[in-house]
């Protein structure tokens, strides 16, 4: 993943020593899961949410904290993606690489390829189970996360020849905020339907994250990775 830029701490056994890492929605839930493995896996990680506060308290979180950074960005805003961007290469010196879709995929690849025809390159987007499946009620949200799909896969041809993978993640129910106004009734009924018989932990999403960015998935293109202890299959 990211730019093989030089950062200062890093350590040879860890599968992300020497990388730069920009995880979007850094702020809470899966995102701030994935900016604690990937920090600890040895990524310089740059956390951004459209809470800075909330990107600030996840530095705190973190192995390294100090080499870590902060930056406001809000993903539905191009000139906020590009800004965040810019300020977070000016911060580690070179582009990150990232979580996200279409506007942050846009800016990262952009600032990857201007940054060197030699810079390496990872993109995992977080998706949805539903995307796959389709969901009662959620139309506007599966359909949302039908299009990370599509938009992983063609990104994915797309970038595979500039040394850039993406690959994407379909989480199903995972104990986060995002959770807070389902009922106890809708999360037994997933839980029925889920083999494991429990709503996984946001860490069990960020563990897949970092093998998709690591060179341990280099031959890894386009791909849909399910995390969701068998719900609905
Ligand atoms: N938790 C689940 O069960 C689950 C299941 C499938 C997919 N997902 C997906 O995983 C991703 C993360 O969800 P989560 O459960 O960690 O949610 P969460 O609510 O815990 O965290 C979301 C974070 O994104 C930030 N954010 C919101 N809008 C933003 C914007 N416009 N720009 C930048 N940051 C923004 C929020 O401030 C927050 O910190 C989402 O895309 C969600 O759809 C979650």
């Given at each position: 993943m990211a730019a093989s830029a030089d950062t200062t701490t890093t350590t040879p056994s860890c599968t992300l020593a020497g990388r730069i890492a920009l995880v979007t929605g850094g702020g809470s839930g899966i995102g701030r899961a994935c900016c604690q493995v990937l920090a600890r896996e040895g990524a310089q990680v740059v956390v951004a949410d459209i809470n800075l506060q909330a990107a600030k308290h996840t530095l705190t979180l973190m192995p390294g904290g100090q080499r870590h950074v902060a930056v406001a960005m809000d993903v539905r805003e191009r000139s906020s993606v590009e800004d965040a961007m810019k300020s977070a290469q000016d911060q580690c010196g070179a582009p990150p690489s990232l979580l996200g879709t279409f506007l942050v995929t846009q800016a990262f690849a952009t600032s990857l390829l201007e940054h060197g025809k030699d810079s390496k390159g990872a993109i995992v987007n977080i998706s949805s189970l539903a995307g796959k499946t389709g969901c009662a009620e959620l139309s506007g949200y599966t359909a949302s996360k039908g299009g990370v799909i599509s938009l992983t896969k063609t990104c994915a041809a797309e970038l595979a020849?500039?040394?850039?993978?993406?690959?994407?993640?379909?989480?199903?129910?995972?104990?986060?905020?995002?959770?807070?106004?389902?009922?106890?009734?809708?999360?037994?009924y997933y839980n029925r339907l889920t083999p494991l018989g429990r709503r996984g932990r946001p860490e069990k999403v960020a563990e897949v994250v970092a093998f998709l960015l690591s060179e341990r998935s280099s031959y890894m293109v386009g791909a849909c990775v399910e995390v969701t202890g068998g719900c609905d299959m």
């Open positions: 020849s500039k040394a850039i993978r993406v690959n994407c993640v379909l989480p199903a129910v995972i104990d986060t905020p995002i959770l807070a106004g389902a009922s106890e009734e809708v999360l037994e």
